[in-house]
């Protein structure tokens, strides 16, 4: 059973850092498509990363520079460090994964994991 965690979320002032890391379980992380997904206030979802199975990351231009996609595969973790925050980066952020026939990034993610709460006060 695919299942996603989420964790690291939390509140901060603009310009600082957030990590965060998602373990999964019921599949190695490395063998499907990732990325992080948030939902602002405004209900916006974006995709703001994503890494493929030969681990070439994507990026939103409006976090391009600032946050840095990872897999790894010793913790089966996707983990996603934010810098230089922004109050427009608050929202849920999503950690999601592709079937595993699905070989590129999209909109279109198969599971979700519960979410984690971001919060960047200017």
């Known amino acids: 059973q695919v299942q996603l965690m989420e964790s690291g979320g939390g509140s901060v002032q603009a310009g600082g850092s957030l990590r965060l890391s998602c373990a999964a379980s019921?599949?190695?992380?490395?063998?499907?498509?990732m990325a992080w997904v948030r939902q602002t206030s405004e209900k916006a979802r974006e995709r703001v990363a994503c890494?493929?199975?030969?681990?070439?990351?994507r990026y939103a231009s409006s976090v391009k520079g600032r946050f840095t996609i990872t897999k790894n595969v010793s913790k089966n973790t996707l983990d996603l460090e934010m810098n230089d925050l922004e109050a427009g980066d608050s929202g849920i952020y999503y950690c999601?994964?592709?079937?595993?026939?699905?070989?590129?990034?999209?909109?279109?993610?198969?599971?979700w994991g519960q979410g984690t709460l971001v919060t960047v006060s200017s």
């Open positions: 890494i493929d199975r030969e681990l070439v990351p």
């Open positions: 999601v994964a592709s079937a595993e026939y699905k070989t590129g990034c999209s909109d279109d993610y198969d599971y």
């Open positions: 019921g599949f190695i992380v490395n063998t499907v498509v």
